[in-house]
């Protein structure tokens, strides 16, 4: 008798954006005429930049020529081209040196912040943030290392560290001893970012305790302050402690291209049942050759193109139109008496909903009367009630549009 892996039983049901869906579907069909303007959903609007597109033609005419067409790619773990790229701009720039073979190309950061925590055992102990990108958490549930999900959805097992107004949305390392973690800077949902010495906190706890840091940066390139810092290996020591997770996708528009990274340090050790110390590197290269077989080379030229003075010019210039509507965002709300968080390093604005008011509630109110979708904060965690996320990646006219509205509410 064929039987199920029951961990995939105790997910909860009715994930937060199908459920957003359904809403926005039923108004829908109730209200066929509604202009609807979608602030909630992470997708981008903007399209590729023209140095992505031009590069990405000429690999598509290199593929389509005998001399020049490429099947597998032999490493399985990402073109030189593009692995050097990312050492020299993303962190040779920043002053931080990472190996050629530091460097894990794949198919995004949603992929590889879920299938990292494979290659650890099943008895460690997790730590998210609540709110959390849920991912962390339903990865996870599915491998085996929680128990069911209580009432409000957390389940047993997972430490869960609130990151809440009083502690500016990031939070203290724990006062126990965990051994997986994961932090999110810039901050989905959030739009919270962590200082130099918030990091060095989190590098020092994981030092001490043996445990392992999965820092997501896929929104780094939103960030503007140049005191914050882009990558977690700025802090010293991060390499023997962290595993750092980039990505494309919010960066450049990839997210229907699909191409990100993960850097994991050869420095970085785990432990066997007797403390023995193993290197996680190789480990990890043998999971990605044997699960997953590359990027493809014109995703993974076009990904490269990027880091070429044009593509860095161009995809900056999208990046800043995004904050721009960020800063509407937050600016209009304010002026509507609203407390908002984010949007200044990150393109997710956190609003705090005036007392009483749930997230969902808000979320049905904004639906029926603004005909505005957002996010409900409660659907990133309990931590979340009380707030919606709103991003900036929509048309500039249609997040005026959506601000004029919410001023008639
Ligand atoms: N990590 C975070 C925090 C995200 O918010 C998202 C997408 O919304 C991802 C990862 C997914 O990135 P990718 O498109 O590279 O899979």
């Known amino acids: 008798m064929i039987r199920i892996n029951e961990n995939f039983l105790k997910l909860r049901a009715g994930y937060l954006f199908p459920e957003i869906g359904r809403r926005v579907r039923a108004f829908k069909q109730e ?92 008895d460690n102990v997790v730590a998210v943030a609540d709110p959390v990108y849920p991912v962390y958490v339903d990865t996870n549930v599915m491998a085996g290392r ?20 009083e502690n500016g949305f990031v939070p203290e390392p724990p006062d126990k001893a965990v051994d997986m973690v994961y932090l999110c800077f810039p901050n989905n949902p959030t739009g919270s970012v962590a200082t130099k010495a918030q990091l060095a906190k989190w590098v020092e706890y994981a030092r001490k305790n043996k445990a392992v840091i999965f820092f997501d940066a896929a929104y780094e390139a ?9 990558s977690i290996y700025e ?50 290269k043998r999971r990605h050759c044997t699960k997953f077989n590359g990027v493809s080379y014109i995703t993974q030229v076009g990904a490269a193109a990027i880091y070429s003075p ?12 995004y904050m721009a509507n960020a800063a509407m965002i937050r600016e209009g709300l304010t002026k509507l008496g609203y407390t908002v968080y ?18 969902w509630q808000f979320f049905d109110r904004l639906l029926n009367e603004a005909h505005v979708v957002c996010t409900p904060g409660a659907g990133f965690g309990p931590a979340g009630e009380g707030y919606v996320r709103l991003t900036a990646f929509g048309l500039p006219e249609s997040v005026k549009e959506a601000l004029g509205r919410l001023a008639r509410l």
């Open 235 to 284: 802090i010293e020591g991060a390499k023997e402690v962290a595993i750092e997770f980039r990505s494309c996708s919010k960066t450049a528009g990839f997210t229907g291209v699909r191409c990100a990274y993960s850097i994991v340090p050869k420095q970085l050790k785990a432990y066997t049942k007797d403390g023995k110390a193993v290197d996680v590197n190789p480990i990890w």
């Open 310 to 321: 044009q593509g860095k010019k161009q995809i900056q210039q999208t990046i800043d139109g």
């Open 342 to 359: 984010g949007g200044v390093n990150a393109p997710y604005i956190w609003v705090r909903m005036p007392k009483g008011v749930g997230s």
């Open 31 to 122: 209200h066929p005429q509604a202009k609807v303007i979608s602030m909630g959903i992470g997708d981008v609007t903007q399209p590729l930049a023209p140095a992505v597109i031009e590069a990405m033609h000429k690999a598509v005419d290199e593929m389509g020529r005998r001399e020049t067409f490429r099947g597998y790619e032999d490493s399985g773990v990402g073109y030189e081209f593009l692995r050097k790229a990312i050492v020299e701009n993303d962190f040779g720039l920043r002053g931080v040196s990472i190996d050629l073979d530091e460097v894990f190309v794949s198919d995004g950061a949603k992929p590889d912040t879920g299938n990292m925590q494979e290659i650890f055992g099943v």
């Open 146 to 165: 929680t128990g069911p999900a209580g009432e409000e959805g957390q389940y047993a097992g997972i430490v869960y560290m609130p990151a809440t107004a």
């Open 222 to 230: 939103y960030i503007s302050d140049p005191a914050i810092p882009h």
